[in-house]
């Protein structure tokens, strides 16, 4: 894959050259807050291995994709929001937004999130 700062970024979290406010971690997954919040709780949760975005993920690596979203899950019991409540959004290329190409969920909660999409 061709590299720029865009595309490396959330692997230079993941390895430590950039801070970031680490949630969770285990063998295949790295979990840290967004920088620009978008909720009371929103954390990024990413593979420590890189695909572009969770439809390449799913193709390639259906078990690291489930390990993805059970950090979802551990992150959502770390910050106290499974009882409330949360969103997982995977934002994948162009119209979604994704600015990031290193596949990451946000999980997003802690406060009543409303409809999205319009
Ligand atoms: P996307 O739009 O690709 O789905 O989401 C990328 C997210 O990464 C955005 O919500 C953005 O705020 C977050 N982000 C971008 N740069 C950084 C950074 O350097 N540190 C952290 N913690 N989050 C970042």
Do not use: C, W
């Not at 807050?33 to 709780?41: K, S």
């Amino acid at each position: 894959m061709s590299g720029n700062d865009a595309e490396t970024l959330f692997e230079r979290i993941v390895g430590g050259e950039i801070p970031a406010d680490v949630v969770y971690q285990d063998e295949t997954t790295f979990a840290f807050r967004d920088v620009r919040p978008q909720a009371r709780v929103h954390v990024l949760v990413v593979p420590r291995k890189r695909y572009r975005n969770v439809a390449e993920l799913a193709a390639a690596d259906p078990q690291l994709l489930s390990d993805v979203v059970a950090a979802a899950r551990q992150v959502a019991e770390l910050e106290g929001i499974v009882e409330s409540g949360y969103r997982v959004v995977f934002n994948t290329d162009g119209d979604a937004g994704q600015t990031v190409f290193h596949v990451h969920a946000h999980v997003l909660g802690g406060e009543p999130l409303g409809l999205f999409g319009a």
